[in-house]
């Protein structure tokens, strides 16, 4: 499908080409439709029946990952020439990142690797972006942990979703700040020009604020749900994942509400979650299932943004929350 401009270039050349071929009124005429007609067309969104579509953060496309530890490094397109996400592109980045994508059946979040993308455009584009940490098995984490690391239980870079970096030329602070205006995730900074970025729960910290060890996470308490993409045509599914836990074994109802601005104006309508089975309560055992939560978007969701709430049917912890609300998603569609 062509992009709005490129329908509405193709549509004023065809009537251009009519109205060359009539007079007098009736041209006059033409180029009242023909005015019209064309605004209507720019009033359509944009289908996100594309991959450069799906995120509001995007950069060029192209992005360069080095592993400083063990050399690895992938210098590829992230879409393909017809508009589809890179495949073997995304292979070669979760083999810098050490993602056992095989055993995930996932790729590392590709929120995170567009939102690199984006930032990494920003400040040095064409530069190769240095990773110092990017995935983290939960043994390995725990490992680092328990050697005095500064690395957090709930620790995003366990959900293929976090990177530490830095860019040669580039201060770590001002990357920081950058980041931090957007309000798109999370950033953090200790002092040098190594910054950490997720796509996670949009926050800040540096070393003064940051709350590792505090037990802040503990107790499902800062549990997150996020989308795979950001934008959704209504009947498409929704591939939902919860990150930022501390411990398995948590409940979650099969029906579920889409709200607008945060939950604040109700509920604009309803859907369910696929589940296996016919129960009303699903149990997330492990990491990977809390990956790997469908949802139908219902095709009678109009154009707008909302978030995804989901009722905790079972908590293990009386401090974890009775419901959670997912990032922002945005829904485009043709027509009222």
Same mark, same amino acid.
């Given at each position: ?63 360069? $990952? ?96 976090? $990177? ?9 602070k001002k990357l920081w700040e950058i980041i931090k205006s957007k309000d798109c995730c999370g950033i953090g900074n200790y002092g040098s020009d190594i910054v950490h970025l997720d796509s996670g729960k949009p926050r800040f910290w540096e070393a003064a604020t940051s709350k590792v060890r505090t ?36 409940? $979650? ?54 978030? $995804? ?28």
């Open positions: 499908m062509l992009p709005n401009g490129e329908c509405v270039g193709s549509f004023l050349s065809v009537m251009l080409r009519l109205n060359a071929s009539v007079t007098g009124l009736r041209r006059g005429l033409l180029r009242i439709v023909l005015v019209v007609s064309a605004l209507v067309m720019l009033s359509v969104p944009i289908r996100a029946e594309t991959a450069a579509d799906r995120f509001f953060l995007m950069g060029n496309g192209r992005i360069d $990952i080095k592993n400083m530890h063990n050399g690895k490094e992938a210098a590829v397109n992230l879409l393909t020439a017809d508009g589809s996400f890179n495949e073997e592109g995304f292979a070669r980045i979760d083999e810098v990142f050490g993602f056992p994508t095989g055993e995930k059946g996932e790729h590392i979040s590709r929120r995170l690797i567009f939102m690199l993308n984006y930032f990494s455009d920003l400040v040095a584009p064409g530069k190769t972006i240095k990773l110092v940490s990017g995935y983290r098995s939960p043994d390995y984490n725990t490992k680092i942990r328990d050697a005095g690391g500064n690395v957090a239980k709930t620790s995003l870079h366990m959900d293929g979703m976090a $990177i530490d970096f830095s860019i040669d030329g580039v201060r770590g037990g802040e996470s503990d107790n499902n308490r800062r549990i997150y749900l996020s989308t795979d993409y950001d934008r959704y045509m209504p009947g498409d599914t929704v591939r939902l994942s919860f990150s930022s836990v501390s411990e398995f074994g948590f409940g $979650i109802g099969r029906a579920v509400a889409f709200v607008d601005d945060a939950g604040e104006n109700g509920t604009a309508a309803t859907g369910e979650i696929t589940f296996e089975d016919n129960s009303e309560c699903a149990a997330i055992r492990d990491r990977n299932a809390s990956h790997s939560i469908s949802l139908p978007l219902p095709a009678s969701l109009r154009n707008g943004r909302y978030r $995804i709430r989901i009722d905790f049917c079972r908590r293990p912890f009386e401090q974890m929350p009775s419901m959670i609300l997912s990032n922002e998603i945005e829904v485009v569609r043709h027509g009222p």
